[in-house]
């Protein structure tokens, strides 16, 4: 079964400032997805960025940066000069081989200070 | 134009109702989905669908049935609610349902929040 961890319930970042939010995952599969989206406090779901566990370079998106370290099974998120509009909950999930459903994490609430 | 659309946005009803949460994507998408995230923020996934047919069905009890009449629609019928059904319900879409060469981005509707009183 999947399992995705993420330890930091809250973290706090000064805005301009980089932040990296933790995710470890465990999986015996060698084939899977690893998922970050965004959660505002408007409650809706936003996507930030995928990268494949075949996948040979971190992706990207943006002020966005995913740290996939595939021995150590973690996939934490980088966030490059963080904005006050930054502050939300962050989900990571991971999806299975052969299917598309998404494990979630527990999530982590970021705070950007001004 | 919405990419992912639900209805009703709130939904509060009590003990023992059934209600139906509808369900609407307009991105010609093939997969779609159903989660539950409960007071704590968890978000589990309920239901898959592929092009109408039902392709993965977590644990949920059978109170809650999930229709979709087309690709483009995937609604939720819940049967007898409880009170631990309170929860805010997404749907959410796909290109495709996934495979062995990758996963596919889901995009989220806005959510359904249910409170059963």
């Known amino acids: 079964a999947q399992k995705i961890t993420q330890t930091q319930p809250g973290m706090f970042v000064q805005e301009k400032e980089a932040v990296t939010l933790d995710c470890t995952y465990d999986?015996?599969?060698?084939?899977?997805?690893l998922f970050w989206y965004k959660q505002p406090s408007s409650g809706e779901m936003i996507f930030l960025i995928y990268?494949?566990?075949?996948?040979?370079q971190n992706a990207t998106e943006g002020r966005y940066s995913l740290n996939f370290q595939k021995a150590r099974k973690s996939a934490n998120l980088v966030i490059s000069a963080s904005q006050l509009g930054d502050s939300a909950m962050y989900f990571c999930a991971m999806s299975p081989p052969g299917a598309n459903n998404l494990f979630f994490g527990t999530g982590t609430r970021l705070t950007v200070i001004p | 134009d919405t990419a992912v659309s639900q209805t009703p946005k709130y939904l509060v009803t009590q003990m023992g109702n059934d209600k139906s949460i509808k369900c609407e994507q307009n991105?010609?998408?093939?997969?779609m989905y159903w989660y539950k995230q409960d007071s704590k923020k968890f978000l589990k996934i309920m239901f898959s669908?592929?092009?109408?047919?039902?392709?993965i069905n977590e644990t949920v009890p059978n109170r809650f049935s999930p229709k979709s009449p087309d690709k483009a629609h995937l609604n939720l019928h819940i049967n007898s609610l409880e009170l631990g059904d309170s929860a805010v319900y997404f749907c959410?879409?796909?290109?495709?349902?996934?495979?062995?060469?990758?996963?596919?981005?889901?995009?989220f509707g806005p959510g359904t929040r249910l409170t059963v009183t």
């Open positions: 959410a879409s796909s290109p495709r349902p996934g495979g062995t060469s990758g996963s596919y981005e889901q995009y």
């Open positions: 669908y592929n092009n109408k047919e039902l392709i």
């Open positions: 999986t015996s599969d060698p084939s899977y997805g």
């Open positions: 991105l010609g998408h093939d997969t």
């Open positions: 990268q494949g566990s075949y996948d040979q």
